[in-house]
């Protein structure tokens, strides 16, 4: 299975301030995600990220707040901006493998807490 | 929306009985995948299940599949401390590579 790794893995952050998780994956893969996973809840999809275009969001998420990058096919950062309280969550990244059968592994994930 | 829908929300047993958990799901889907997450970390893949499959196992882990009622179960046998997390259910989409994800069972195994 792939391996993929996350960081941060964990951050206090300040109200209006960004930061930007970084996402590694040890292969090349086609399709790349990030999910949001709020206090409690279960995961939601923010966007796929596309290798060398721009990322495609869901209903709900913008490209202003949520930029998203894919340089190449085993790296992809997602930034949250502007943060307020509210987009404390848990982020995570996930890679598609087709060798697999299309299972869809996670990272640890990114916990952040907007202060 | 093709969310899925878990129940119970929450279980508790104690160590060495067996934990069946329910997820249903809205449309036509490519597989259904099974996950473990430990509190505030990520998750780990259990088991896919494919829309021609009715059963997989793997280890103490059973799955089923009722493509007809939209609805997959997931048993662990003999249940252990260490089992004690959040499960989700994820169906990955008929048309593409998207996974909608369950609202997730809390599993508490009490030694």
């Known amino acids: 299975s792939a391996v993929i790794s996350q960081k941060p893995s964990r951050d206090i952050c300040q109200r209006g301030t960004s930061l930007t998780i970084q996402c590694q994956v040890d292969s090349q893969v086609t399709m790349m995600f990030w999910y949001r996973q709020q206090p409690g809840q279960s995961l939601t999809l923010i966007a796929t990220?596309?290798?060398?275009?721009?990322?495609?969001?869901e209903s709900g998420f913008v490209i202003d707040k949520f930029p998203i990058s894919r340089p190449n096919l085993t790296f992809s950062t997602l930034t949250v901006s502007n943060m307020s309280p509210e987009d404390s969550s848990i982020y995570l990244c996930?890679?598609?493998?087709?060798?697999?059968?299309?299972?869809?592994?996670f990272g640890e994930g990114s916990w952040l807490t907007v202060v | 929306s093709q969310q899925g829908e878990e129940d119970p929300q929450a279980l508790s047993i104690q160590e060495g009985e067996n934990a069946t958990m329910n997820c249903s799901y809205k449309t036509s889907i490519n597989n259904l995948q099974w996950y473990r997450q430990n509190s505030g970390r990520g998750l780990v893949h259990l088991i896919l299940?494919?829309?021609?499959?009715r059963e997989k196992h793997s280890g103490r882990l059973r799955v089923t599949l009722d493509t007809s009622k939209k609805s997959s179960s997931l048993l662990i046998t003999a249940s252990r401390a260490a089992d004690t997390a959040s499960y989700f259910c994820a169906t990955l989409w008929a048309a593409g590579n998207k996974l909608t994800f369950g609202g997730g069972t809390r599993v508490l195994v009490k030694p």
């Open positions: 990220a596309n290798q060398g275009s721009e990322a495609t969001y």
């Open positions: 996930s890679v598609v493998e087709g060798r697999t059968g299309n299972t869809i592994y």
């Open positions: 299940i494919r829309s021609n499959e």
